[in-house]
Structure formats: C-alpha cells, structure tokens
C-alpha cells in the first residue's frame, strides 16, 4: 500500500481493513476509488453498499469481498506490506469474474 496515501494512514489507524473486487469491466467502480470515498445513505463513493462490522464498506456491484485485520506492516520503500487474516468474506455473484489491472489498459505508476 503506498505510504504516504490515505488508505495506508486509515489501515494504520484501524488495523482492519475490507476490499470489494470490482467485476470485469467495471472501469467505473474502479476508477471512482482512486480518490477516497465517503457515505451518503446506502452509497458509498457514489455506488451502493453495505457497511461492514469492521467499519469498510461492502460494495453491491462487488463479484466477492474479504474482511481483514491486520496483523503486521512491513515499512520499507515507498509501498508498504500489510500483511492480514481474513476474519470474513463473502460472494455477492459467483458468476462474475474479478477485475486484474493488466485488463483495463491502466498502468499503475505507484
């Protein structure tokens, strides 16, 4: 996770952390959380959810999801490594498949 982003100082500042695949496709989704999310209602980010125990949001349009608390950071270079347990998880639609980066023509620059 890069350091110096908002979701790394939340992931410190919790120890949890919950994470929606997006669906193939989904550039949409996506694409609305390179920026941070907030809730409005049922939406989080702009997109229906359901919030979670851990304090994450479960998104609708969201293929599966994992609920995890973090047991360890590893600090070193600019992107950290959070290692974490699965404490819960789920499948909203077993038919979908997950989104990989090197589908959507997006290069991740760190």
């Known amino acids: 996770v ?18 929606s695949l997006v669906k193939q496709d989904d550039k949409e989704l996506a694409g609305a959380f390179f920026k941070p999310g907030s809730w409005d209602g049922d939406k989080f980010g702009g997109f229906t959810a359901t919030p979670h125990e851990l ?3 479960i998104m609708e349009a969201s293929p599966a999801w994992l609920a995890c608390e ?10 950290h490594v959070v ?15 997950a989104m990989c980066l090197s589908e959507t023509g997006w290069h991740y620059g760190g």
Not at 2 to 19: F, W
Not at 70 to 79: A, W
């Open 70 to 79: 973090v047991k360890q950071i590893i600090e070193e270079g600019d992107h």
């Open 55 to 57: 304090g994450g949001a």
């Open 83 to 97: 290692i974490s347990q699965v404490v819960d998880s789920g499948i909203n639609r077993e038919e979908e498949k």
């Open 2 to 19: 890069k350091a110096d982003s908002r979701l790394y100082e939340s992931i410190q500042l919790n120890r949890k952390l919950v994470i």
